[in-house]
């Protein structure tokens, strides 16, 4: 039987850890894990006297964006069920950014492409030293599109218009000064840290931090409504990228481990 894609338990104080359990792929996501994680979502909204969630990646790995193998099989599908695709991406994200408790994310090794902007619609961000990250998609003629809100409110258009159009790597401190993360921390210390930070959120009054979180997403750009117009144009772009020629390309030069097409003095 395979393994859960995502777990969760809830402590006695109110504390949900939520775990994705893909450690095989790094933590890649596929339609299991976006499903996986609503769930855990759905299940914890159910429960009385939540008050914190913190997210974290089994392995040695947070979360290394999307599983291109499964990208790859959704991508020749309709319209419609590449859109259903990106929807159903685009509101495990959203979800996780509207929850009205504070969200902290403890990240180690890999945070790539869709990673990122899960930790960005996270309110705190803890990254252990040998973190990196990096806005991947279009290195395989994707598009970032759904996690671009997230990410302008975390690090700003300037440094998204740098890194979600170079698809580099940087590292935790890079990611720290940029406000993708708020704190770097030895590896051996990522557990620590985090709770501390969840005792000083369990200090504060529930409703407070609710209301305190409610009013910040009101002026953010990723805060706005799930049926907006702008959210379904993301989605269809998302989506729409997914099936070009340019996508085939892209996803086959992963496959075979070989330069894409475009690549300058590739051989």
């Known amino acids: 039987m395979p393994a859960n894609p995502v777990l969760w338990d809830l402590s006695a104080s109110g504390v949900a850890t939520v775990t994705l359990n893909r450690p095989e792929v790094n933590n890649a996501y596929d339609g299991g894990l976006i499903h996986g994680l609503l ?17 974290k990646g089994n392995g040695k790995h947070f979360q290394a964006g999307a599983d291109l193998k499964w990208i790859n ?14 929807r159903a991406t685009f509101e495990a994200v959203q979800r996780l950014n509207r929850l009205p408790i504070p969200t902290v994310a403890l990240v180690q090794g890999g945070c790539f492409g869709g990673g990122t902007g899960v930790i960005s619609a996270c309110d705190v961000v803890i990254a252990a030293d040998n973190a990196m990250f990096s806005i991947t998609e279009v290195r395989w003629g994707l598009t970032a599109a759904i996690i671009i809100p997230q990410l302008v409110d975390a690090i700003g258009v300037r440094q998204v218009r740098r890194y979600a159009l170079t698809g580099e790597r940087f590292g935790a401190q890079e990611a720290r000064r940029i406000g993708l993360v708020h704190e770097v ?49 993301l989605v269809r772009m998302h989506a729409a990228q997914r099936r070009t020629a340019e996508a085939s390309e892209g996803l086959a030069s992963f496959a075979e481990k070989r330069a894409a097409n475009w690549t300058a003095g590739k051989p």
């Open 39 to 55: 769930a855990a979502m759905d299940e914890l909204g159910n429960k009385p006297g939540l008050r914190v969630v913190v997210l």
């Open 185 to 233: 921390v030895p590896l051996a210390e990522l557990e620590a840290s985090g709770a501390r930070v969840v005792e000083q959120l369990l200090a504060n009054g529930p409703e407070a931090l609710a209301e305190t979180k409610a009013l910040a997403m009101e002026s953010s750009f990723g805060g706005m409504g799930v049926d907006d117009d702008i959210y379904a144009r």
């Open 73 to 86: 099989g959704v991508r020749p599908k309709s319209a419609d069920e590449n859109e259903a695709v990106s």
